[in-house]
């Protein structure tokens, strides 16, 4: 069975920083490309952060120098760190795992909110 656990979101005020953690497991990880997309209040879910099995990363304009995405395949893990955070990051945050688009997955989601 797949999961996706995601974990690292919180409360914190703008210019803080909180680092986004995701657990996978049921999938040989290291072959899927991963990325964090996130659902901000009223707004459709957008990529904020991807990278390639290969290390290749991709970023939204919106968090480019301020957000880092990583991955650890050793552990199965995927890493968002988020730096200078803005009322506009706020949002539910998923990882998501996806190698063809039936190996699809997603993960249930971690809740981050920028107070200013």
């Known amino acids: 069975q797949v999961q996706l656990v995601e974990s690292g979101g919180g409360l914190v005020q703008v210019g803080g920083s909180l680092r986004l953690s995701c657990a996978a497991s049921g999938i040989l990880f290291s072959i899927y490309r991963t990325g964090w997309y996130r659902r901000a209040p009223g707004k459709q879910r957008e990529l904020v952060a991807a990278?390639?099995?290969?290390?290749?990363?991709d970023y939204a304009d919106s968090v480019k120098g301020r957000f880092t995405i990583s991955r650890d395949n050793n552990k199965s893990m995927l890493y968002l760190q988020m730096n200078s955070l803005k009322p506009d990051d706020t949002g539910v945050y998923y990882c998501?795992?996806?190698?063809?688009?039936?190996?699809?997955?997603w993960g249930q989601g971690t809740q981050v909110t920028v107070s200013s």
């Open positions: 998501n795992t996806r190698y063809t688009t039936t190996w699809d997955y």
């Open positions: 990278i390639a099995s290969g290390g290749y990363t």
